[in-house]
């Protein structure tokens, strides 16, 4: 009984440090998304392949997320009425209130490669610029306009600020501040890289899902009624602009594709947009 309360208190410290437990085998039985979150944390078990990938999320909490999104929508309204800058700060703050498990929640994982960075200071700063790239990348071939605002104060996450950007595209409705990029990093962790994440090295510094606030993530907002900007795509352009050792991961009703919200998870994997899908299947 001692020897595995020692053992249960061990995987607990791991789990906390914000670092895998383990650097995973792939599972030839799940598929190359499960098989990438659960290298990058999330491993909770509401998370799961299936046959066509559409019912890849647990029941009973995906319809706490439905409702995560209609109190969402609630929020709308008071920001119609706020200024452009207040609306920035107040979609933020909404971007910062997320669920404790890992696969109800927006994540950013990554395994840079040990050779790119001097320590996990020098890490961080390279995530950052990695980041800032691809998001420009990704503006410019959707001809949309992005400016980083460096004005703003923002809430902290372990340590690091969440960074924002806002969006000008017309044509999708973004305008007057009302569409943000809201990005964050949290420190990032000197760990082993799982032989299946393409372009890692043996050792890298990984910023992982599963710590209960101190997790990496990048979404796309757009207030109002009318969902009419193409975040699919966008997630898509910014996953390609990315390093291969960096991928996404978004729960059911966060991704806007055609106007509506995918009610299934997805994975982004070098701009690939990767199902929950059972290989036999695949």
């Keep these: 009984m001692t020897k595995l309360k020692t053992i249960c208190f061990a995987v607990t410290t791991a789990a906390l440090a914000g670092c895998a437990a383990m650097p995973r085998h792939y599972d030839d039985e799940s598929s190359r998304a499960l098989n990438l979150a659960r290298a990058g944390g999330v491993y909770d078990q509401d998370l799961r392949d299936s046959p066509d990938g559409t019912r890849s999320y647990r029941k009973g909490l995906l319809v706490s997320a439905l409702d995560l999104a209609s109190l969402a929508t609630s929020l709308d309204a008071p920001l ?6 207040q609306t920035l700060l107040f979609n933020a703050t909404d971007i910062m209130m997320t669920p404790d498990n890992p696969s109800a ?3 950013l994982m990554g395994w840079m490669p040990e050779s790119l960075a001097a320590n996990e200071d020098d890490a ?3 995530y950052v610029a990695v980041v800032d790239e691809a998001i420009t990348q990704a503006a410019e071939s959707m001809a949309i306009t992005t400016t980083k605002l460096t004005g703003v ?12 950007w806002s969006v000008t595209a ?16 949290q420190q990032p962790n000197h760990w082993k890289t799982p032989s299946y994440v393409i372009g890692g090295e043996a050792a890298s510094y990984n910023i ?9 993530r990048l979404v796309f907002r757009q207030s109002g009624h009318e969902l009419t900007f ?16 960096i991928v996404m991961y978004f729960p059911p009703n966060t991704v806007i594709q055609d106007g509506e919200p995918l009610p299934y998870p997805v994975l982004y994997e070098q701009g690939q947009q990767l199902m929950f899908r059972e290989p036999d299947h695949e």
């Design 208 to 216: 992982a899902a599963n710590h209960p606030e101190k997790y990496s």
């Design 230 to 245: 193409p975040v699919d795509e966008f997630y898509g352009a910014v996953s390609a602009g990315m390093p291969p050792w």
């Design 153 to 164: 104060k923002t809430p902290e996450i372990d340590g690091h600020p969440l960074m924002l």
């Design 124 to 126: 961080y700063d390279h």
């Design 80 to 85: 119609r009425h706020l200024t452009g800058t």
């Design 170 to 185: 017309e044509r999708y409705g973004c305008a007057d501040s009302n569409c943000i990029i809201a990005y964050n990093i």
């Design 105 to 107: 929640r927006p994540s």
